[in-house]
């Protein structure tokens, strides 16, 4: 049988979309930039971005640059280097005589890439940044992923809540919780939208809330969301979970709520990470004599010396 290997075939695929991607950017390439101009909202994200942009050495990358509004924006907002990637060659041409006309004495690069497979090594940047991206990609989660990977520090997200409340009707929204920690720094720098908010409990037993965010995505289409930062300590232990846990019940109908969990969470805290989810999921399972009313996840870590 005459025929390429299943790996061959799904590559094929792979690179057919994505020339597929190319054809499409390159004809919409001046209607897109045009856009640019005339969308506040964006010029709103752009200062959110600069404010949070790190002094100093910093190094970051903006995905899905277009045609270079952003990335000429930041270039001249901070003594940094500055990359874009895109997918568009056209787009990329646009940047760069839009990024040299303002900013030729600043470092800056362009990158023809896929989003999905960013050639950069992982931790190469200080802030990662997908302001208008999202709402244009099939997989926005391998999106994230990447964004993560090339991260040491700050994540932007322009359009989430925007895709959402745009393709949805108004009884679906969702909560979302997203975070990258840097090891060097020991900072942890997070976004909650409305999901239940992790918990760090410090080996004193004091607990802190992961709340710093916004709304749940979809419900408005301005919504406007914060980061928080937090510095990680020895011992520190972090859970992230859904509402699943905090909304399991027993026969009498009675939740087994937040104040259970955390309480919980701070009697098994110097277990094994994998014998603390253990426990926790028979522990809530068995609060429901075994039945499951929704999905349970949970994320744990804990900071070693």
Same mark, same amino acid.
């Given at each position: 049988?005459?025929?390429?290997?299943? $790996?061959?075939?799904?590559?094929?695929?792979?690179?057919?979309?994505?020339?597929d991607? *190319?054809? =499409?950017?390159? #004809?919409?390439?001046?209607?897109?930039?045009?856009?640019?101009?005339r +969308?506040?909202? =964006?010029?709103?994200?752009?200062r959110?971005?600069?404010?949070?942009?790190?002094? $100093?050495?910093?190094r970051?990358?903006?995905?899905? !640059?277009?045609?270079?509004?952003?990335?000429?924006?930041f270039?001249?907002?901070?003594?940094?280097? @500055?990359?874009?990637?895109?997918l568009?060659?056209?787009? &990329?041409?646009?940047?760069?005589?839009r990024?040299?006309?303002? +900013?030729?004495?600043?470092?800056?690069?362009?990158v023809?890439?896929?989003?999905?497979r &960013?050639?950069f090594? +992982?931790?190469?940047?200080?802030?990662?940044t997908?302001?208008?991206?999202?709402?244009f990609?099939?997989?926005?989660?391998?999106?994230?992923?990447?964004?993560?990977?090339? !991260? /040491?520090? /700050?994540?932007?997200?322009?359009a989430?809540?925007?895709?959402?409340?745009?393709?949805?009707?108004?009884?679906?929204?969702? @909560?979302?919780?997203?975070?990258?920690?840097?090891?060097?720094?020991?900072?942890?720098s997070?976004?909650?939208? #409305?999901?239940?908010?992790? *918990?760090?409990?410090?080996?004193?037993?004091?607990?802190?809330? &992961?709340?710093? #965010?916004?709304?749940?995505?979809?419900?408005?289409?301005?919504?406007?969301?914060?980061?928080?930062?937090?510095?990680?300590?020895?011992?520190?232990?972090?859970?992230?979970? @859904? +509402?699943?846990?905090?909304?399991?019940?027993?026969?009498?109908?009675?939740y087994? $709520?937040?104040?259970?969990?955390?309480? =919980?969470?701070?009697?098994?805290r110097d277990l094994?990470l994998?014998?603390?989810?253990?426990k926790?999921?028979?522990?809530?399972?068995g609060?429901?004599s075994?039945?499951?009313?929704?999905d349970? @996840?949970?994320?744990a870590?804990?900071? &070693?010396?």
């Amino acid at each position: 049988m005459i025929g390429a290997p299943p $790996g061959d075939r799904q590559e094929a695929r792979d690179s057919s979309l994505r020339r597929d991607a *190319v054809s =499409f950017w390159n #004809g919409e390439a001046s209607a897109y930039d045009a856009s640019r101009e005339r +969308d506040w909202s =964006f010029r709103d994200q752009l200062r959110a971005v600069i404010a949070a942009i790190p002094r $100093g050495g910093a190094r970051l990358l903006e995905i899905g !640059c277009g045609a270079g509004h952003a990335l000429s924006a930041f270039s001249h907002a901070m003594p940094a280097w @500055t990359c874009g990637c895109d997918l568009s060659l056209d787009v &990329l041409r646009a940047a760069r005589h839009r990024t040299r006309a303002r +900013d030729d004495d600043r470092a800056w690069a362009l990158v023809q890439a896929d989003c999905v497979r &960013l050639p950069f090594a +992982d931790r190469s940047f200080d802030l990662v940044t997908a302001i208008t991206v999202l709402e244009f990609v099939d997989r926005p989660g391998d999106v994230l992923r990447e964004m993560a990977r090339t !991260c /040491r520090g /700050r994540v932007f997200l322009g359009a989430l809540n925007r895709l959402l409340y745009e393709r949805s009707d108004e009884t679906r929204f969702a @909560t979302f919780f997203y975070a990258v920690y840097d090891d060097h720094s020991r900072l942890l720098s997070y976004c909650n939208a #409305g999901a239940p908010p992790p *918990v760090v409990i410090h080996p004193d037993a004091t607990l802190v809330r &992961l709340q710093r #965010g916004g709304a749940l995505i979809g419900v408005s289409r301005d919504t406007h969301y914060t980061d928080g930062i937090l510095k990680l300590g020895l011992g520190d232990l972090v859970v992230s979970y @859904t +509402d699943g846990f905090i909304d399991q019940e027993n026969r009498s109908g009675e939740y087994f $709520g937040e104040t259970k969990l955390i309480a =919980f969470f701070k009697s098994n805290r110097d277990l094994p990470l994998d014998h603390l989810l253990e426990k926790l999921y028979d522990t809530v399972l068995g609060f429901g004599s075994g039945a499951i009313k929704d999905d349970m @996840t949970a994320v744990a870590l804990r900071m &070693l010396p």
